[in-house]
């Protein structure tokens, strides 16, 4: 057939592929080339002087799992660490449903107003299944998303928590590099990652419904713990006798609580985010907070054991990474659960034989 | 000198050392040896048939420093492990000063009399530090420790939390194969032994005073929310009504706790171990729970998962224990943490510095 073709008369040559129009292409190439080429100098110093765009950029190397990005990453942090930790971090928690994103506009735009600059981070190790249920909907920030004074980044992305909070508490250091005094992380409140961001703000609110007792089963035990506030939210209309009850449960219940190293007695207030009550209250309690524990030192003493804790939860992260990426690891391990949940050999023993399997 | 003194007649040769009592030396050699030859099939099929003078020898084994011991210990808990499993296990806590033993005492006595076998362990890894402050003046618990069908063993000592956990474990199981059928452990309510105990017993209960509020000071947070039950003791005499105001107020506050994977909603219940009141309702609350338990199969299934977690810990444990006895990881770790503490570096690129000295 084919010579037959070619024989043909009929026969057309194929056309030339057209030229890609070089115009387009190039300037692709140079935008993505002025991104590349643009120094870790060059961002940390756009960063320090307010560029919100630099400090998108900065945060999405922060956030790359490409090892190309780590080390420049790396040398942004660095740079921009004397410039950071002059910020008051707040950490915003509770469950779905109970009102986060409404609180956060109307708090974060009243702190704008107050002329501050606020910066909304969020930590969520399940946004990837949930793709992203926290902060992924921008539109419900309506306000603050078009604010100067703010700026909103929604959560990293990756599998492990340790990996996404990494991220977050490197991205908080670029944001006070760059000037936001004020960074509000939010977390959903059911999961291990409010110990995540306890352990990296100076005051940690519990966000909470009217209602009493119900509304709570969905908080992981061990959060009503952390808190140094909790606000019942959505004290509006006919809830407002609700949240007081409420509130007053809540109270007695802080009250059984041991004291915290904080010397801060945890305060329980109502709020609605929708008529804007309570909420200057709030940044005037946080204000007083602040006020307690820098007088009597743990603030600082607190952002010094958190660093450190940081240092150490990496390390032991990385430690143990190593441990079960191992050859052969992964199948040791299930061998010998399943060997001890028949009762076969006891925990210990069975531990020892993984254990052989990675020192050998 | 030496050679005057050889010659002079005045120099009497030295007397023989005088040879040991034969007696005394062979009677105690042979005592050791007889302990030593001992095999573990031995030891096992005596701990089995209820010879608590073996149980006491293997968990001595168990709790041995001894390398030459560690595979006879495993042996021997190898051995025991179809035996086993058959007990209920309750870890009770409480600060110092709460009454802990004259509750166990009494409660021991009660479930003796009942036909039960207790074995009561204790779990305490500052015991090397304050001597022996629980279960160690076994005086505090005169009746029980007389009692044939209880046996009584003090806390082992150790220097790691994960080391104490794990002899407590693995003490139980020779315990349970020797035919005690009730196990209680004791822990301080002032630490993370708690979570310990928490993970290898069926029913916790914490013992509290009267008083609302203070003595919960010297609770450290979340164990609360660990309990099953909440027993405010010494509730007698002048105490009753204080007592009785305390068991409300936990209700209360045990009410905003979520749910539990049990199912069991935590009761408070009021006892004098002293006037011997309330510790039978103790028992048939615990009855109703087991009951519960195994009908919804959590019983069961938090039996195995308690399994796989102590595997689980004592891999990363030892991982971690083997990193950081790495030489010059100490060294690497305080370098950072004071270039952390001064703001030199991020707690992140420390880390890496540190892991680069253990994994090059």
Known sequence: MDNINRKSALKENEGVVPPNSTNASAIAAIQKKRLQKQTAEELISRITKGDAVALSQG??????????????????????LPFANKSIRIGITGVPGVGKSTFIEAFGSLLTSLGNKVAVLAIDPSS???????????????ELVK????????????????GVARKTRESIILCEACGYNIILV?????????TAVHSMVDFFLLLNLAGAGDELQGIKRGIMEMADAVVINKADGENIKKAQLARLEYVRALHLFPKKDSGWPPEVRTSSALEQT????????????IILTKENNFFQ???QEQNQFWMMETIQE????????????????EKNKK??????????????????TYFK
Chains 1, 2 share one sequence.
């Open 59 to 80: 945060i999405t190397l922060v956030e790359s799992l490409n090892p190309e990005h780590h080390n420049k990453a790396n040398q942004i942090i660095q740079g921009c």
């Open 128 to 142: 990837s299944i949930t793709k992203g249920s926290i902060l992924g909907d921008k539109t419900r920030m309506e």
């Open 147 to 162: 604010n100067p004074n703010a700026y909103i980044r929604p959560s990293a992305s990756g599998n492990s928590l340790g």
């Open 186 to 194: 939010e977390t959903v409140g059911v999961g291990q990652s409010e």
């Open 278 to 289: 309570g909420i200057l209250k709030i940044w005037e309690m946080i204000q007083e907070y």
């Open 301 to 303: 003493n607190n952002r």
């Open 318 to 333: 990385e430690v143990l990474m190593h441990f079960y990426n191992a050859p052969a690891i992964a199948e040791a391990i």
């Open 339 to 356: 060997a001890v949940q028949k009762n076969e050999i006891s925990p210990f023993a069975a531990a020892q034989l993984v254990l052989k």
